[in-house]
C-alpha cells in the first residue's frame, strides 16, 4: 500500500515563499505522473501542478509563474516551490498521481495572511 505524506505548510504573509515536499513509499513512483492538489474550506480539490516521469511540468493558470513542481525519484519526493504567495492560495495542499488512485495523505495546510 503505497502512502504519501506531506509537510512544509504553515503561515505565511503574503508574498512569501514555502516549499512543500510529499514523501511517497513504493518504489513505481518514479513512472507515474504525480501532481500537487489543493482543496480550500468550502471548495473542490483542483489540481494546481504536475510532473511527469520524465520532468516535464504543467500548470493551473492561477498559480503559473510563482510555484514550481519538481521532484526527485531516488527519494521518491515531489516538491512544491511557491513563491509570491497571496490569500487565495489557502488551502490544504496535497500530492497524489494523475489519476489520484493512491490514498490521499493528510495534507499540509498554507495559510497566507493579507
Known amino acids: 500500500q503505497v502512502q504519501l505524506v506531506e509537510s512544509g505548510g504553515g503561515l505565511v504573509q503574503a508574498g512569501g515563499s514555502l516549499r512543500l515536499s510529499c514523501a511517497a513509499s513504493?518504489?513505481?513512483?518514479?513512472?507515474?505522473?504525480m501532481g500537487w492538489y489543493r482543496q480550500a474550506p468550502g471548495k473542490q480539490r483542483e489540481l494546481v501542478a504536475r510532473?511527469?516521469?520524465?520532468?516535464?511540468?504543467d500548470y493551473a493558470d492561477s498559480v503559473k509563474g510563482r510555484f514550481t513542481i519538481s521532484r526527485d525519484n531516488a527519494k521518491n519526493t515531489v516538491y512544491l516551490q511557491m513563491n509570491s504567495l497571496k490569500p487565495e492560495d489557502t488551502a490544504v495542499y496535497y500530492c497524489n498521481t494523475m489519476a489520484t488512485d493512491w490514498p490521499w495523505g493528510q495534507g499540509t495546510q498554507v495559510t497566507v495572511s493579507s
Open positions: 510532473i511527469t516521469s520524465g520532468g516535464g511540468t
Open positions: 513504493g518504489s513505481i513512483f518514479g513512472i507515474r505522473v
